[in-house]
């Protein structure tokens, strides 16, 4: 690049500082910035047009077209050459604009005299905030130092956090970030929750984009990029011979740390006249418009490899670590991209909501968010890029929906709907203690799903009679080691104390498929669902098993056990993980120490498989648990995980109701007891059809037991198992319309 145009370039980020510094807010700081984009640049014409809402443009400032036009002219995206850059992001660089593809001129402007046009994006992180346009009357092609200028300037414009509150009165996108917002995300655990944005991870903010001296900021960021390899290598080392996918991530941090052509765009930024952390956060916004047009789907993961390890860099430049002094609200809602079960954990309760813009329904942070009982939304677009730390939101896990901002006629639907499900959660409490007896006479046992030691206090809260269902993998999952078995002992003894003579149905680790245990080496498997998990792994690796078996009878401790084995699909499964069992039973006996009183050991029905097993299993087997939310994925051969197939189906599907009650009847002539403990038996309507096919108990969220035995109260289990087959019977695919109308009546 020759010296005097990189010294051009440099000029004019010099004065745009000195404008910025000054006093001037507003329209006239932005008016100043076009005039002097427009002198240095020696063009007539330098426009800006913002976002005014996600289709349209409208023209913000300008030093050269008509002054009237200001605020009036507006265009759709893709709509002439503004709508063209701000639609694909790429700039558009012509000597010849009225020749050029998809121009078209605004006559209010009086820009048809001008003949060369270049426009850039003003991109924040790869997101298109608007258009930077300059245009002289002169044929000519705008040179490379020339664009870079004009980058440069929609960079510090985007930089500019009152940027939107120039556009127009009554614009959605004015005053970006002041505005309420409302995103529509999927339903991670129901419930509804008020209070203030903290940000799991907030973003950087740049607060000098232009620096006088490049040889310092050469230096600073030479330092930050060798701190980021040693932290890189360091994380890398600690990886080894741990998750490949991990490791591979790490590898792909690494190439990047080290890619010197990275380094060398960020240099030549540097050189120009922007600041370390300006040029970094330039070529993250650069690579995330190039990566996200990108359809393949692996590179667009390394997307967000770069995006991570740009924050990183900005970090260390910044000095803004997660912990930017910000103060944590009282009342906070967490807003993550994801986040891990043990991230999740050490928040705890004291988080009102939790709001993801990935994540999915079976994830373990899910699990974790339900397990404490916290409303959480998952899959909430552009959550994290909208939402400022301290924001006002309101979280309706119910519906998915979350309102950012919300303006006062939200504020007050929102909280008459809170009044009223605290008004519900009353009424709930004043049925606790009275039985789940339905209008016919016949009596639900309703237990509690549980895993963790902070569950457990819900037992006495919501009126469950035990826990039917303790997934004691999630101890495993939110540690970093393999758990002892003394430490495990001691939890379940906790456990049963809490539960102070209550029933637990503790279940043996159920990993793979989504659960993946840090500390165990992960096996690559095509489909990981209909994979290596829960009892196969216990049956091919038994040492684990038998190290929670012995955990288990220890913490028993001569008091009655209960245990079922996970994701049972034969009998010959059960009878060898039973032997397991005996075995562990005769070690304690021939140690002198105590046996339980009573043990019995069940096996989940998850497979479709085992509702199709011998006599004998169900006549040997002390007791089933239909593990529903495992049952219907394979029933239907629908991944739980992907919500684009998940939903095709529903529980009240009448092939579906017709399997359960076949299980229910194979069990009544054995005399083998039959629970259901998947999700569904949380959700009221389905509680109440599980139970008119003939279930006698349920396992539930703790939170859902009072609206089940609320409804249950109030239900004939006899003529609603008439109508559901009367609806199966007239042919009708979900027996769910019939079952609400009949509700409804009642
Ligand atoms: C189930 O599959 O329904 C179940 C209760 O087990 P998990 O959700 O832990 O797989
Ligand atoms: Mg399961």
Redesign the pocket.
């Known amino acids: 690049m020759p010296d005097g145009l990189e010294s051009e370039s440099r000029k004019l980020l010099g004065r745009l500082r000195d404008l910025m510094a000054e006093e001037a807010a507003g329209q006239e700081r932005l008016d100043k910035i076009t005039h002097l984009t427009a002198n240095s640049m020696g063009c007539e014409v330098c426009s800006i047009y913002l976002f005014r809402d996600e289709e349209t443009l409208e023209l913000c400032a300008t030093e050269g077209l008509k002054a009237e036009a200001v605020h009036q002219t507006r265009m759709r995206v893709g709509e002439g050459l503004v709508g063209r850059v701000a639609k694909s992001g790429a700039r558009v660089n012509t000597a010849d604009a009225p020749s050029a593809p998809g121009f078209r001129y605004m006559p209010e402007t009086g820009e048809e005299i001008y003949s060369s046009f270049l426009g850039v994006p003003i991109q924040r992180l790869g997101e298109t905030l608007g258009v930077l346009v300059v245009q002289s009357k002169e044929a000519r092609k705008f040179i490379d130092d020339e664009v870079y200028a004009l980058e440069v300037v929609a960079m510090v414009l985007a930089e500019m956090a009152e940027l939107g509150a120039f556009v127009g009165e009554g614009a959605a996108m004015s005053a970006r970030h002041t505005q309420p917002y409302l995103i529509r995300g999927v339903t991670g655990q129901e419930g509804a929750a008020e209070g203030h944005v903290w940000l799991h991870e907030p973003r950087v903010v740049v607060t000098n984009p232009i620096a006088d001296d490049p040889h310092r900021e050469m230096e600073r960021l030479h330092e930050a990029v060798e701190q980021l390899r040693v932290g890189v290598d360091q994380m890398l080392a600690g990886a080894r011979g741990g998750d490949k996918e991990q490791l591979e991530v790490l590898e792909a941090y690494r190439m990047f740390a080290n890619s010197r052509s990275w380094m060398r765009r960020m240099q030549e930024d540097i050189s120009r006249g922007l600041s370390a952390e300006a040029a970094v956060e330039k070529e993250q916004s650069t690579a995330r418009t190039r990566l996200s047009q990108v359809p393949d789907a692996y590179l667009r993961e390394r997307l967000h490899d770069l995006d991570d390890l740009s924050n990183r860099l900005l970090r260390i430049l910044t000095g803004q670590g997660s912990v930017t002094g910000a103060e944590m609200p009282d009342d906070p809602v967490l807003i993550a991209r994801n986040i891990g079960p043990g991230e999740l954990l050490e928040y705890g309760r004291k988080l009102k909501g939790i709001v993801l813009e990935e994540g999915s329904v079976g994830s373990h942070a899910a699990i974790v968010a339900r397990a404490l009982a916290i409303p959480l939304v998952i899959r909430a677009g552009r959550v994290t890029t909208e939402a400022l730390n301290g924001n006002h939101i309101m979280v309706d896990g119910d519906q998915g929906v979350v309102h950012l901002r919300p303006d006062d006629t939200v504020v007050a639907a929102f909280r008459d709907k809170m009044a009223m499900m605290a008004q519900a959660q009353e009424r709930y409490a004043s049925i606790r203690e009275k039985a789940a007896e339905t209008l016919c006479g016949k009596t639900i046992s309703l237990q509690m799903n549980a895993g963790l030691m902070a569950d457990l206090p819900s037992l006495a809260g919501s009126g469950a009679e035990g826990v039917g269902l303790f997934r004691t993998e999630l101890q495993f999952l939110v540690r970093s080691q393999m758990p002892k078995r003394t430490e495990l002992a001691e939890l379940y003894a906790r456990v049963l104390d809490a539960a102070d003579g209550k029933r637990v149905v503790f279940r043996t680790l159920?990993i793979g498929s989504d659960k993946v245990l840090p500390y165990m080496k992960a096996t690559d498997e095509p489909n990981p669902a209909l994979g290596w998990r829960a009892i196969r792994v216990a049956l091919d690796r038994p040492g684990v098993m038998r190290m929670q078996l012995q955990a288990l009878l220890r913490a028993a401790n001569g008091r009655p056990l209960s245990v079922m084995f996970?994701?049972i699909a034969q009998y010959s499964e059960y009878t060898q993980a039973r032997a397991e069992m005996d075995k562990a039973l005769e070690r304690e006996r021939i140690l002198g120490h105590p046996i339980p009183e009573s043990l019995e050991v069940g096996a989940?029905l998850?497979t479709p498989s085992l509702g199709f097993a011998p006599d004998a299993f169900f006549r040997e087997v002390d007791f089933l648990s239909i593990?529903g939310?495992?049952l219907k994925q394979f029933f239907f051969a629908a991944d739980r995980e992907n919500e684009r197939v998940r939903r095709r189906y529903d529980t009240l599907n009448s092939s579906f109701l017709t399997y359960i009650q076949q299980i229910i009847s194979r069990c009544d002539t054995h005399g083998t007891p039959i629970s259901f403990c998947g999700e569904d038996a949380g959700r009221p309507v389905e509680a109440v059809c599980l139970a008119a096919m003939g279930l006698r108990s349920l396992s539930m969220r703790p939170a859902s037991i009072g609206p089940v035995k609320h409804l249950l109260r109030k239900t004939n289990l006899d003529e609603l198992r008439q109508v559901i087959e009367n609806a199966r019977e007239a042919g009708e695919q979900s027996v769910r319309p019939a079952v609400m109308d009949y509700l409804r009546k009642q």
């Open positions: 159920d996970p994701f989940m998850e593990g939310n495992d």
